[in-house]
């Protein structure tokens, strides 16, 4: 049964009144009618049951009742800091991030960005719901404001959070650190832009307590190395490696 994402205000009670681009997917894409059933799930992490009790051209009309969500979470709190990228290639990127299990993602200014990011938060927004419903879970992650590398670095540094800085020119292998403590089961997870990081970023994230890692000798374009590293990371300390997750 199909999965759909709906603002916690639609939801009233025992009933939900879903409008919108979500109502237009159910009725056309999923060309459900009255009397489908269907889970929906809204930002608050909160999954329902749900059968249709009438539709419209613009307003699907739901009786819902609380479901167990979907086992889909990984165990793993992952932050993905990503040096922002050209065109579409964020977008990629956060589809993939949330497919991968990632809790949130924070876009990042570095020295070599030079974009402007101010337009496009509500669009990786809806790309991150789509890509939630897509692969079956119920939290959608935060797509936070875009925060200088500089004040990134402070933040781990002054909580003492695990990090792991992903850098094309140098650095322990991922298995150096599969024994690494993971503070809260949180770890952030630092991925460069086109160009990569400077020196002087790398030399900053070590200081703040990050770690440095290699994704081997080849350079990866940037959203590849993204995909890499969120994907190792779950392998190593999340839920890929782990046959009695799932």
């Known amino acids: 049964m199909p999965n759909v994402f709906v603002e916690s205000s639609a939801i009233q009670g025992v009933t939900a009144a879903i409008t919108g681009e979500t109502a237009r997917y159910i009725l ?46 990984s165990p793993l709190s992952i932050t993905l800091c990503q040096g922002m990228l050209k065109g579409s290639k964020m977008d990629l990127v956060v589809q993939k991030a949330v497919e991968l299990g990632v809790k949130r993602i924070i876009p990042l200014i570095t020295l070599r960005t030079q974009l402007d990011y101010t337009r496009k938060i509500d669009r990786w927004k809806k790309i991150a719901i789509e890509a939630a419903r897509q692969s079956g879970r119920v939290i959608v992650p935060e797509i936070s404001e875009a925060m200088d590398f500089h004040a990134l670095t402070q933040s781990i540094q002054v909580a003492g959070a695990t990090a792991i800085m992903f850098y094309e020119g140098g650095g322990k292998g991922l298995k150096e650190i599969q024994n690494l403590e993971i503070k809260e089961q949180t770890i952030y997870a630092i991925t460069g832009p086109e160009g990569g990081f400077m020196s002087e970023e790398v030399k900053r994230a070590e200081f703040s307590g990050a770690q440095i890692v290699t994704l081997g000798s080849r350079i990866l374009r940037a959203e590849t190395a993204a995909i890499a590293a969120l994907t190792l990371i779950q392998f190593v300390f999340g839920d890929m490696g782990d046959s009695r997750q799932g």
């Not at 930002?43 to 979907?70: L, W």
């Open 28 to 73: 056309t894409v999923l060309r459900y009618k009255t009397g489908g059933e269907l889970f929906v799930f809204d930002e608050m992490g909160r999954f329902f049951k749900g059968i249709i009790s009438s539709c419209a051209k613009n307003v699907v009309h739901m009786s819902i009742t609380p479901h167990p969500p979907p086992m889909t979470e």
